[in-house]
């Protein structure tokens, strides 16, 4: 079975431009959650996705971010215009289940965003 | 509010030596933890887990127990590898969310 995969591992763009991340969870997973990690400070939620309808946004900083998930298969994350504070690596995750005791989410590799 | 206090790295530490690495939180009711960890190049990976007070999780010779009285979920191994050189984070799950500490960097010298 293949885990979750992300699109660019790694993307440079100059302050003002827009990116879009892209994500692909494991088959069968109905939820999806981003992630992102900026430079010294922790792992933080942004949002989370069960199939096509996003269940929780309380984590994404500001309306320059834009999350879809059409079909509820894959998600992107588009960053416009981007800013140098959203320089980090944002993680893609996605689960089977929600509500259980633990709720194992299932991470990707990562996507490193370097906004110059 | 919810969040995880691990104790700060990088650590080096030389093969075969004992490791801890501190980790307490705050959180209402009772929350599942865990342990994660990034090798170089790849994703977060769930080492070990554990869902109420006293449990104990375990994987790849690391432990962690449930500390419900001292809030606390301190990851050990006794004898360290130069493989496990990674970033370990702590991690407790709050609604479907999952709250992490900075990360703890661990160097293994051969």
């Known amino acids: 079975e293949a885990g979750v995969t992300q699109f660019p591992s790694h993307s440079v763009i100059e302050k003002g431009q827009t990116v879009t991340l892209r994500c692909d969870p494991i088959s069968g997973h109905d939820n999806l959650y981003w992630y992102r990690r900026v430079m010294g400070k922790e792992i933080k939620f942004l949002l989370h996705?069960?199939?096509?309808?996003?269940?929780?946004e309380s984590g994404m900083p500001n309306n320059r971010f834009l999350a879809e998930r059409t079909g509820g298969t894959y998600s992107t994350l588009k960053v416009q215009p981007a800013e140098l504070e959203d320089s980090g690596v944002y993680f893609c995750?996605?689960?089977?289940?929600?509500?259980?005791?633990?709720?194992?989410?299932?991470f990707g590799p990562g996507t490193r965003l370097t906004v110059l | 509010g919810n969040s995880v206090t691990q104790m700060e790295g990088p650590v080096t530490l030389s093969e075969e030596a004992f490791l801890t690495i501190n980790c307490t939180y705050t959180a209402t009711g009772y929350p599942s933890l865990f342990w994660y960890v990034q090798y170089p190049g790849e994703g977060l990976q769930l080492l070990l887990k554990?869902?109420?007070?006293?449990d104990k999780g375990s994987n790849k010779g690391f432990e962690a127990t449930y500390r419900k009285e001292t809030t606390s979920f301190h990851l050990e191994k006794g004898s360290v590898q130069v493989s496990d050189s990674a970033v370990y984070f702590c991690a407790l799950n709050r609604d479907d969310k999952i709250i992490f500490g900075k990360g703890t960097r661990l160097h293994i010298l051969p």
């Open positions: 995750a996605s689960s089977r289940v929600t509500g259980v005791p633990y709720n194992e989410q299932f």
């Open positions: 554990a869902t109420k007070a006293d």
């Open positions: 996705f069960v199939k096509e309808s996003k269940q929780d």
